[in-house]
Structure formats: structure tokens, C-alpha cells
């Protein structure tokens, strides 16, 4: 496995792959990684000749600078976990490399889609997400980039750039990954305690019975039934929101061959989580 760390070592690998005509896929992470991201991997190198993944903890998508402090950085486990997975290069660039001009976001427009829940809740996280994932995009120029459904606004919005600024690439979604108590894995559920490790599961099952739910009862019967159940838990609700899988708008009724996520975002102690789900 390669590891890059500047724009000169890239643009040697990619001058080589672009000179035989290999495919590239390119997976970008915060590190601290887990088997959801090595799904990514996987998906990748069924797809393509050359799989790229960067690790890069980009400072103008946190709102809190604590946990920009806080969030796990272990790079080492990371080269070791992704050589194991048959990674063909790593990228670990610096701060300077990805922001020369000092780490600031562009302003995004998502065509609304940056409004809605994670958009309410963290503003500009969006915004720094589009202008780091455009950047890597500028300087991997895969031909395929792969995302996590967990983020699905996330994944919306890049898709939704990518439309927008005429990219040419393909953005292919990865279902969640889950551990076997139902827990949607995250790099930050390293931080968890052993009691909130115990009950964060109950978001998964809860966003279950809500899809049994809405069966027979109404949406906002359905997010009243959801607020219900976590104040059974120890974990706090954030929001939960049922809203149309392509605008991640808000519904109050479906409509025939629509497509409905429920996305939760909810605190485990001082851990935010969050997952969704499609209902229908």
C-alpha cells in the first residue's frame, strides 16, 4: 500500500494510473476506522482497478471545537486496518495541504437540501463538508467515490454538488453497517461509555418499530410514538424527522411510489448519534 501525504506524490500515482487507463475509487474518511468504512472499501475495489482512501479530520465542519479536539485520531490503526483490506493507497494530507489558503469554507448552495435537519442543528457543517469533499474530488479525480448511508443527508448534498458543478464522477451510496445489536457503526462510538454502549441500540430499534408503526397510523402519530419511546431510555432525542428520501424534506402524508427515510439524531451522555431509515 501507498502512502501519500502531499500533492506531488498524488499527482506521481495518478499521472501512472492515468497513463494505463485504470479506474480509480476513492473513499474519504475522518479515520478512526471501523468495518462501515472498510464497506466502502470493498465496494470499491469490486468497481474499480484502483481504490484510494483519505484521512483527513476537516476542521470547517465542526461547529463544536471540542470535539474537533476530541475526535479520535489513529492513524497508525488506520494505515494497518486499511492495508489489511487491500487499499491501494492512502492519502494523510495535512491542514496546509488541503487548505493553502487557510482552513475556511466556500458557501454552498444543496438547493435546500443543507437546510434540513443536520443543516438546523449544526450551521456551515455542510458547507465545510462541500468544500473538502470538492477539494479531494479536484485532487483524486476518481472516477468513483463511495458514501455511507448513515450520512444520508451527507450523502444527498454530495450527490447534489456533484449535479450541480457538473463533476464527472459517480457517487455510489453504501448501506449502513451495523453491529449485531443493531448499533449503526461510527468512529464516535469509540467515546461511548459502557452504559451508553448498552443502550444507544435502542435508536435502531426504535427506528424499527416506527417503521412497523406507520403502517396503520399517521406521520406525526409516528414521530409522537418515537418521542415516546426514547423518554423511556437514557438517551436524549435530538430531533426525529420523516421526510422524502430525494428533497429530505418534511412529509405529513405520503404519496404513492414516494420514498420516506426516518432520521434520528439523539445524545448518548455527551455523544451525538445519529441513523436513519427507510419506512416504505
Known amino acids: 500500500m501507498i502512502i501519500l501525504r502531499n500533492l506531488t506524490e498524488m499527482q506521481s500515482v495518478l499521472s501512472e494510473l492515468k497513463a494505463k487507463n485504470k479506474t480509480i475509487g476513492f473513499v474519504p474518511t475522518m479515520g478512526a476506522l471501523h468495518a462501515g ?26 461547529n463544536n471545537l ?24 492512502v492519502f494523510f494530507p495535512s491542514v496546509e495541504v488541503m487548505y493553502p489558503n487557510g482552513a475556511e469554507s466556500n458557501s454552498y448552495d444543496f438547493n ?19 468544500t473538502i469533499v470538492k477539494r479531494f474530488f479536484e485532487i483524486v479525480q476518481p472516477d468513483h467515490a463511495y458514501f455511507g448511508e448513515k450520512d444520508f443527508q451527507q450523502l444527498r448534498i454530495i450527490q447534489q454538488m456533484v449535479e450541480n458543478y457538473k463533476i464527472p464522477l459517480e457517487i455510489v451510496p453504501v448501506e449502513i453497517k451495523r453491529d449485531e445489536n443493531g448499533l449503526a457503526m461510527s468512529s464516535r462510538n469509540k467515546r461511548l461509555t459502557e452504559e ?39 438517551l436524549e432525542l435530538e430531533y426525529i424527522e420523516i421526510a422524502d428520501e430525494k428533497t429530505l424534506e418534511s412529509v405529513t402524508n405520503i404519496e404513492p411510489n414516494q420514498k420516506i427515510r426516518a432520521f434520528i439524531a439523539a445524545f448518548a451522555g455527551d455523544i451525538r448519534l445519529i441513523d436513519n431509515l427507510r419506512l416504505n
Do not use: C
Open 112 to 130: 435546500g437540501l443543507e437546510n434540513q435537519m443536520e443543516g438546523k442543528f449544526r450551521p456551515g457543517h455542510f458547507d465545510g463538508v462541500g
Open 66 to 89: 471540542e470535539d474537533l479536539e476530541k475526535y479520535p485520531r489513529t492513524e497508525q490503526a488506520d494505515a494497518a486496518l486499511l492495508e489489511d483490506a487491500g487499499v491501494d493507497a
Open 37 to 62: 468504512h472498510i464497506s466502502l472499501v470493498e465496494e470499491s475495489k469490486k468497481q474499480n482497478d484502483f481504490t484510494i482512501v483519505s484521512v483527513f479530520v476537516n476542521p470547517t465542519q465542526f
Open 196 to 234: 451508553m454502549l448498552e443502550e444507544s441500540p435502542k435508536i435502531y430499534q426504535i427506528l424499527l418499530k416506527a417503521k412497523d408503526f406507520l403502517q396503520n397510523n399517521s406521520v406525526e402519530a409516528t414521530k409522537k410514538m418515537v418521542e415516546e419511546e426514547f423518554a423511556k431510555t437514557k
